[in-house]
């Protein structure tokens, strides 16, 4: 099984709210990542998680908080988003090391109003 | 610094017409080159993992190739159904993590 799975499918929030994005795996991969895709442009990598620890932030506003509570789960908390961080959220997880490719997760779209 | 060039940016074929869609690339040291395809809204889906020049790999009408500065994916007779953007990518090691490289993807669409 290669299954990623992210909640919610869509979300619409003000640039006032509180959210979180959620993704899970059970693959035993011990990498994982968050990404942000614009339409008709690829991932853009954000955050990646190895052994539950941060490895990389890619500049990433503070806006955006990543969490990883267990080898399973990542989230991404999200705060006083602007308009132009409306896009697909994708999550993704990985062996750790080595050269083993990311599975994706379906993605969680995200309009902020 | 690592880059990945995919061409053409969009190609469209009648079904059952064969082509190819390209992927160069610049890296110190590969590590790993992949090839996603990806339909409208969902995300990516893994296809190919192809590690030293000379590799090949086969799935139904797909074939990927790796060349030591390029790989091609190889698409015959293709159907409908392999309308999707194809995205082509090599792996990194940046601060000791794993990270991917993205070319700017082929938007491929077959015409029944």
């Known amino acids: 099984d290669t299954e990623v799975t992210q909640t919610p499918k869509h979300l619409v929030m003000g640039m006032t709210n509180k959210k979180s994005l959620k993704c899970e795996q059970h693959m035993g991969h011990r990498a994982m990542y968050w990404y942000k895709q614009k339409a008709k442009k690829p991932p853009e990598l954000m955050f990646v998680?190895?052994?539950?620890?941060?490895?990389i932030n890619e500049s990433v506003p503070s806006r955006f908080s990543p969490e990883c509570p267990n080898s399973s789960l990542l989230n991404l908390h999200l705060h006083a988003l602007q308009p132009e961080d409306s896009a697909l959220y994708l999550c993704a997880s990985s062996q750790w090391g080595g050269r083993s490719e990311q599975y994706f997760g379906p993605g969680t779209r995200l309009t902020v109003t | 610094e690592d880059q990945v060039t995919q061409s053409p940016e969009a190609l469209r074929l009648q079904e059952g017409e064969s082509s190819s869609l390209n992927c160069s690339y610049t890296?110190?040291?590969?590590?790993?080159l992949f090839w996603y395809r990806q339909d409208p809204g969902k995300g990516p889906e893994f296809l190919f993992t192809l590690y030293s020049a000379g590799e090949e790999k086969e799935k139904e009408r797909l074939k990927a190739t790796l060349t030591k500065k390029e790989s091609f994916l190889h698409i015959t007779a293709p159907k409908p159904e392999d309308s999707a953007t194809y995205l082509c990518a090599v792996q990194a090691i940046i601060q000791g993590a794993q990270k991917l490289v993205f070319g700017q993807g082929t938007r491929l669409t077959i015409n029944p």
């Open positions: 890296v110190s040291g590969l590590r790993g």
């Open positions: 998680y190895s052994y539950e620890k941060l490895s």
